[in-house]
């Protein structure tokens, strides 16, 4: 188990204890759940701009200033980059599927209810739960991703610096959950370490 801090030298703020009832109620908001936290918004919005702009651009190629190398090249790095970001995408959401797989098979095999005891402070949290036992920093995370209902805390990939070190740990590397079903004290404090440390927090 990784201890960034001993708790109790630490600025304690909260604490919760969580309890979830019913597997099927949650297992019925996984997928969904799971979508819209890892929703890649930018990079469709990127894809459909460039759906839109490389007809337009051929057009404009080929009646105005066709034949020409120069235009041809322009055409053809809008083809990779959007076959590129689509092969992106795809990859994605077999990630997602894979989450939501993984996701059911270990809320499946655990007792239920599930509870789990989490501990808030200004350094960071301390989470006891079927899945996941530590005391971390808050940016020992490559992000958290909020909303009203859950609290997702990804890990560095493995390739990294913090990826290497916490795969000592913890070895898949395996995101977690924090259910908080509109919690207003744990939404503010999300807030403010959004303010806190640029980049760590992801509001969806």
């Not at 971390?136 to 390739?159: E, K, R, Y």
Request: hydrophobic share 50%; proline share 4%.
């Amino acid at each position: 188990m990784y201890i960034a801090f001993y708790p109790q030298e630490a600025t304690f703020l909260f604490e919760r204890n969580i309890k979830l009832e019913s597997k099927e109620t949650l297992f019925s908001q996984i997928p969904a759940m799971v979508r819209h936290l890892y929703f890649l918004k930018k990079r469709i919005k990127l894809l459909i701009g460039l759906l839109v702009v490389w007809p337009v651009y051929f057009l404009a190629s080929v009646f105005f200033i066709w034949p020409n190398k120069l235009a041809v090249q322009g055409l053809v790095i809008l083809a990779f980059a959007i076959i590129g970001l689509v092969i992106s995408i795809i990859s994605h959401y077999f990630a997602v599927f894979s989450e939501i797989r993984r996701l059911k098979k270990l809320y499946n095999n655990l007792e239920w209810p599930i509870e789990s005891y989490c501990a808030f402070f200004a350094e960071g949290l301390l989470i006891k739960a079927d899945d996941m036992e530590g005391v971390f920093h808050w940016d020992d995370f490559m992000c958290i991703m909020a909303n009203s209902t859950v609290l997702s805390f990804n890990f560095c990939p493995p390739g990294t610096p913090k990826g290497k070190f916490f795969k000592k740990y913890y070895p898949r590397l395996d995101t977690f959950y924090i259910f908080i079903n509109g919690d207003d004290e744990i939404q503010e404090l999300m807030k403010l370490m959004s303010e806190e440390i640029d980049g760590l927090i992801e509001f969806r």
